[in-house]
Nanobody
Framework: QLQLVESGGGLVQPGGSLTLSCATERFAMDWYAIGWFRQAPGKEREGVSCITKYSFANYADSVKGRFTISRDKTRNTVYLQMNTLKPEDTAVYYC???????????????????WGQGTQVNVSS
């Protein structure tokens, strides 16, 4: 069982920024692509971003230009920098891992193998 632990959520005003962290196990950085998902109340879970072990990144259209995903292998952590936040970004954010040791790209959403518990992000004035 691969461990994934999200942190960094909170309350922020519209236009503000937050950085989410997804801490995982050392070997995961070599074998798994990491994705960020979110689920707002009453809505289905949606993919937000993903990054491969080769640092190829992909974004949903709704966050492109505002969110940046990155990975720090030395810290076994994947980050999601969120800027210019909007009320519609309010959701529980999850990180997830997909076994993909040879993939040079990743797609938004889809089936992932392991999931974290989530962190709440509230964008409100």
């Amino acid at each position: 069982q691969l461990q994934l632990v999200e942190s960094g959520g909170g309350l922020v005003q519209p236009g503000g920024s937050l950085t989410l962290s997804c801490a995982t196990e050392r070997f995961a950085m070599d074998w798994y692509a990491i994705g960020w998902f979110r689920q707002a109340p009453g809505k289905e879970r949606e993919g937000v971003s993903c990054i491969t072990k080769y640092s190829f990144a992909n974004y949903a259209d709704s966050v492109k230009g505002r969110f940046t995903i990155s990975r720090d292998k030395t810290r076994n952590t994947v980050y999601l920098q969120m800027n210019t936040l909007k009320p519609e970004d309010t959701a529980v954010y999850y990180c997830a891992a997909l076994y993909a040791p040879y993939s040079h790209s990743c797609t938004i959403g889809g089936q992932y193998d392991y999931w974290g518990q989530g962190t709440q992000v509230n964008v409100s004035s």
